[in-house]
């Protein structure tokens, strides 16, 4: 059976593992956690030609998130609105945000090494940190839900344009053969529309 590595395969075996009524699955919870983050931020910094020829070691998840502030000092959800003639599609970039990294680090970190302190399986332990695995995943959904791997229009050190790189899912398949389409063209027949969000919109609704 293949491993797949992407971070939304990492996400959905965290959720597989957290829905297991086996304790031990909450330790490979955060295992895939982790990772699902590491494998996130990797993406941002393969799509940014901002950090072409430097070394990146995915996982120093805090120091990978310190190099990613440089070009985006203020992380928002994105919402772009391209409105071509015909229909209008919207897309988003979803930065994997400060708290999510702090979390993976300090909380995660505590449960990928050898446990010192022996708990029943009656403790409330448990379940405080599955409820706890369960916000973190929420987070983490939410910084996948994007399919754009760097933020709209330009880095703001350097004024130079983000390449516009997308993640393919079958509600974008038409717009990403549309701009390569416009990519071939002389003419460029959309608008582009982008506003910053404060927070998640609404009808996203996480799965677990």
Not at 151 to 160: I, K, V
Not at 165 to 186: N, P
């Amino acid at each position: 059976m293949d491993y797949p590595i992407t971070p939304q395969d990492y996400l959905a075996r965290a959720r597989d593992r957290l829905l297991s009524n086996d304790p031990a699955n909450l330790f490979y919870a955060a295992l895939e956690l982790r990772c699902c983050v590491e494998s996130r931020q990797g993406d941002y910094l393969d799509a940014l030609e901002y950090f072409r020829g430097h070394k990146i070691r995915p996982w120093q998840v805090g120091q990978t998130s310190r190099k990613l502030l440089t070009v985006w000092d203020d992380p928002k959800i994105a919402k772009l609105t391209y409105k071509f003639p015909d229909k209008e599609f919207e897309t988003f970039f979803t930065p994997v945000m400060p708290a999510l990294v702090r979390a993976v680090e300090k909380e995660l970190g505590a449960l990928l090494h050898a446990q010192t302190k022996f708990r029943k399986a009656s403790e409330g332990w448990w379940e405080s940190t599955k409820n706890r695995l369960i916000e973190i995943y929420r987070e983490a959904w939410v910084a996948c839900r994007g399919e754009h791997m760097a933020p709209p229009l330009w880095n703001f050190q350097s004024g130079e344009t983000h390449p516009m790189k997308l993640y393919t899912r079958a509600d974008t398949a038409d717009l990403v053969v549309r701009m390569l389409l416009l990519g071939k063209s002389r003419t460029k027949e959309f608008v582009l529309g982008v506003d910053y969000l404060d927070e998640s919109p609404e009808d996203w609704k996480c799965d677990l």
